[in-house]
C-alpha cells in the first residue's frame, strides 16, 4: 500500500501536466485510483487543471472513471466546473457517468450551467445529459444558469427545451430567479422565449382561420412591447397591454368552445404567463435605480408615462390584478420623484388600487 507522499508524487504529476512524471509513477507500482490524505485521486487533479494528455493516458491506465470526492463530486463534474472541455470529451468518451450527481444532487450539466461554460453545457447535451434533472431543492441547471445570470447557458439550455417554469421547492421558477438577482438579460431572454410558446399554443387548436387569426392578432400587439426602446413608455402601458392579453384570453376560449376543443386550457396558461412575465420583469426594471435613471427621458415622456397611467387605470382597471396595480403605482411614485414635483396625495385616478 502505498504511502501518501508516494500518493502525493502521482497527483501532484497529473495536476502539472507531466505525462512523464505520470508514466515514471506508475511505472513504480503507485495506484492509478489512490487516495491522497485530502481524497483527491490523479484523474481528478488532471482533469481540474485540463490535462487532456494526462486524463488519456490515466484511463488507458484503468483509472476509475466515476470515483467521487466525500461530497459527492467527480471527475467530470470537476472538469465542467472549471470549463475544460477537451477533458470534458475524453472522461465523456471513456463511459463517464453524466447524469451522477453530487451530495447537493447536482449534476455535470448544472455545474457547467452554474458556471457559464456554454461550450461544455453543449457537449453534454449532445451526449443527452438530461435537461430538466432537479436538484436536492428542486433547482434544475436552467433555473441555476438563470440565477448566476450565465446568458449564453441559458440560451443553450432554452434551445435544448428545458421547461421555463419548472420551479424549486419553495415555488421560484427561473424567470422569478432571475428577476430576483437583477440579471436583465437573462429576464429579457425567457420573456423572449414566450414568443414561441404562444405559437405552440395557437397550433394546438389546429388551423382553423379563427384562431389563427386570434394568434396573429396577440403577435402583432405584442411586438409593439417587444426591444429596449422607451421602456418606461411600455411600462406605464401595462394596463392596456393587460387589458389586451385578456380579450385574447376570452376570444381564444370561446372559439375553442365553440369548435368543441379541449385545449382552450393552454391558450389560457400561455396568455396569463405572458401576462405574468411582463409583471415580473417590469419589477426587475423598476428595482434598478441607474436603468430607470436612463430611462426617465424628458419633461414631454414624463408626461406621457403619467398620461398612459391614467389612461390605462380608466380603462382597463377592472381586469388589472394587485401586482399589476402595485407596478403602475410605483411608476408614478418613480417619476414623481425623478421630476421633483410636489404631490399632495395620490392621484384620484389611482383609488382603484385601494379596493383590489
Known sequence: MENDKEVQTLIKAARSGSVQSVKQALKFGIDVDAHSSDNWTALIAASQKGHTDVVELLLANKASVNTQLPDGTTALCIACQYGRVGAVRVL?????????????????????SQYGHTDVVELLLANKASVQ????????????????????????LLASGAAIELADDLGFTALMVASQYGHTDVVELLLANKASKLKEASKMAGNHTAITGCWRGVKEQLLVYEG??????KLADIARVAGFLKRATNTALGILNLLGSSDGISWHQVLDREREDRIVFFETLLADDERMAREMGD????????????????????????????????????????????AAAVPQWFAISETE
Open 92 to 112: 465523456l468518451a471513456s463511459g463517464a457517468a453524466i447524469e451522477l450527481a453530487d451530495d447537493l444532487g447536482f449534476t455535470a450539466l448544472m455545474v457547467a
Open 133 to 156: 434533472t432537479q436538484c436536492l431543492n428542486g433547482a434544475t441547471a436552467l433555473y441555476i444558469a438563470c440565477q448566476y445570470g450565465r446568458v449564453g447557458a441559458v440560451r443553450v
Open 228 to 233: 429596449e426602446s422607451r421602456l418606461l413608455i
Open 299 to 342: 419633461e414631454q415622456q414624463q408626461l406621457e408615462v403619467l398620461t398612459r397611467l391614467k389612461h390605462g387605470l380608466e380603462r382597463f382597471g377592472d381586469v388589472l390584478n394587485p401586482r399589476e396595480l402595485d407596478v403602475m403605482s410605483a411608476v408614478f411614485d418613480a417619476v414623481v420623484r425623478y421630476a421633483e414635483v410636489v
